[in-house]
């Protein structure tokens, strides 16, 4: 173990590990779902989940990945040798692939209209032929798959390139470059005429319009957003420092995502609300509503150049996290080089990324529980892995571990005093378990 790979600095590490939580997910859903369940409201709850939920679950993963500096499987295997338990991991291992499979996609658009913003194609446009742009391209297959092909071989360049010259380096780099633009695009748009109207429709506290499902969907956000419940922080965590203040470590990530998700809102609806559009939410609002607004702007071009960019930055930190998960998985379980590892989990998520992207043209036929097949695995993600796998650590933690290990983990070995250890496991033995069951039951209709 003494040759295992570490992250550099703690800056470093809370640079990848925030750039796991920080996606796409932050900038076109967070804002749109704040705006329509009672802006203020549907904030003040989500930072509630984050504190409850996010967090306790967050350290429930550091704990484990730290405490043993080993995946998952290997973590799980040591922390509890007389049990099966660590089976578990091939779950989560699973999961992180059919995510990297189907957002890569996703990412592959990005690509495809930063290339567009780039030679000029998004300026002087209807909405209806933003609009058109985007259902063309979709349904071209060559293009769809090739673009997505594309961004997976730079994921896989940066990943070659190990825990620090490929994962740490570029997001320590990217990171810092992504809150920067999101401060620029927040001051320009808060400069627009009208952006008082922006700023009430993601503000304004009005309980009257939070519903149950926004409640639900408050705490699937934060689950979600801080990609909790398939190995990754487990992965993450096992490259810290023995010396890293896992609690404050913890607070400081949740914090920088969720300022990262409020940002995106800043500058999105004063922008939306200045051009007199429509909010709206997923691809929509970022290929469609977006380069409509930017070209209205002045220097139009070099903010949308910008905008895309920045999605860009967001997407590919994203995907380097969910790579690492198999990666270190199949090197270490399996006793492969890295380089091996890394050729073998990017031909597995290229079978899953190509049957994503053609799900939307030459297999928009073929259909799994009336969803076509993006759907299908973005479903399984959201609802089946992360959540199972977060239940699972959360109740780990909470109910079996050994309590010499949470407090050896939670203080560094003593290095730091603690006092939030009792609510810590109070969180993962109640709190988070029956939350996350809340949100399994309504999402599969039971409830």
């Known amino acids: 173990m003494t040759n295992r790979a570490s992250f550099g600095s703690r800056v470093g590490a809370i640079a990848a590990t925030v750039g796991s939580a920080v996606g796409l997910g932050n900038i076109w859903r ?262 409509n607004i930017f070209q209205q702007m002045p220097g139009g071009y070099v903010w949308g150049v910008m905008f895309f960019v920045l999605l860009f930055f967001a997407a590919l930190t994203s995907t380097i996290s969910l790579s690492e998960i198999p990666i270190t998985f199949i090197s270490e379980e399996f006793h492969l080089t890295r380089k091996k590892a890394t050729f073998i989990v990017a031909a597995l998520t290229l079978v899953i990324a190509v049957v994503s992207a053609l799900s939307f043209n030459v297999l928009s036929d073929t259909m799994v529980s009336g969803m076509n097949l993006f759907d299908f695995f973005n479903y399984l993600s959201s609802n089946f892995f992360m959540l199972m796998g977060g239940l699972f650590t959360a109740i780990y933690v909470g109910w079996f571990l050994d309590r010499k290990v949470i407090t050896a983990q939670l203080t560094s070995g003593g290095r730091y005093r603690t006092r939030v250890q009792w609510a810590v496991i109070f969180c993962l033995r109640y709190i988070a378990p029956v939350a996350v069951v809340i949100i399994f039951l309504y999402y599969l209709g039971i409830i």
Request: proline share 4%; hydrophobic share 50%.
């Open 30 to 291: 967070f804002p749109y779902e704040a705006g329509e369940n009672g802006g203020g409201a549907f904030i003040i709850v989500y930072i509630g989940c984050v504190l409850l939920l996010g967090i306790p679950v967050m350290l429930s993963e550091f704990i484990i990945g730290r405490g043993t500096h080993l995946n998952m499987r290997g973590a799980l295997k040591k922390l509890s040798p007389n049990s099966k338990i660590h089976n578990v991991a091939f779950i989560c291992v699973l999961g992180a692939i059919i995510t990297l499979g189907f957002y890569s996609v996703v990412c592959g658009w990005v690509l495809e209209y930063l290339y567009q913003a780039a030679v000029g194609n998004l300026c002087d446009r209807s909405a209806a032929e933003y609009s058109q742009i985007f259902t063309d391209f979709i349904s071209n297959p060559y293009r769809n798959v090739l673009l997505t092909v594309a961004f997976l071989a730079i994921n896989f360049f940066v990943m070659l390139g190990g825990v620090r010259k490929g994962v740490e380096r570029t997001s320590s780099v990217m990171m810092p470059l992504l809150f920067l633009m999101l401060l620029v695009f927040a001051v320009n748009s808060l400069l627009l005429p009208n952006a008082g109207k922006g700023l009430e429709f993601l503000f304004s506290v009005d309980f009257s319009q939070l519903t149950w499902r926004g409640v639900v969907d408050a705490f699937g956000q934060a689950f979600m957003s801080l990609t909790l419940g398939i190995a990754g922080l487990i992965t993450f965590s096992s490259y810290f420092k023995d010396e890293a203040p896992l609690v404050r470590d913890a607070c400081t990530i949740a914090t920088l995502d969720t300022l990262v998700a409020i940002l995106a809102g800043v500058v999105i609806f004063p922008a939306v609300f200045s051009f007199g559009m429509q909010p709206e939410a997923g691809p929509k609002l970022v290929f469609e509503v977006l380069p």
